[in-house]
């Protein structure tokens, strides 16, 4: 299985960047996906998740409703929407895969590479 993260970026504060991530294989809408991000000197951290038929999402409390995740399990692709971007949301972001639903990385077995995203102020 691998992860392709792509649509990072520099963007000011208060602006929107859309994050996409594909997934190899024929099994995407058997797991649930999840964002993280990292930044630097930080510990990875859980920033949203979506469950299988997309039916249920779920956030971090310091994205949520600024954040949305969706999938298209026809593209095998996963989605972040970030708006009101905050110069606290630079980090680089990871998509993953896990089989059940969970805000710990260790629950998610495949990660993508990680795209970069710079808030300026």
């Known amino acids: 299985v691998q992860l392709q993260a792509s649509g990072g970026g520099l963007v000011q504060a208060g602006r929107s960047v859309a994050l996409t991530c594909t997934a190899s294989?024929?099994?995407?809408?058997?797991?649930?996906m999840g964002w993280f991000r990292q930044a630097q000197g930080k510990e990875r951290e859980f920033v949203a998740a979506i469950s299988r038929s997309a039916y249920s999402t779920y956030y971090s409390d310091s994205v949520k409703g600024r954040f949305t995740i969706s999938r298209d399990s026809a593209k095998n692709t996963v989605y972040l929407q970030m708006t009101n971007l905050k110069p606290e949301d630079s980090a680089v972001y990871y998509c993953a895969r896990a089989n059940s639903y969970s805000t710990i990385p260790r629950d998610y077995a495949y990660w993508g590479q990680g795209t970069q995203v710079t808030v300026s102020s």
């Open positions: 294989g024929r099994t995407f809408s058997d797991h649930v």
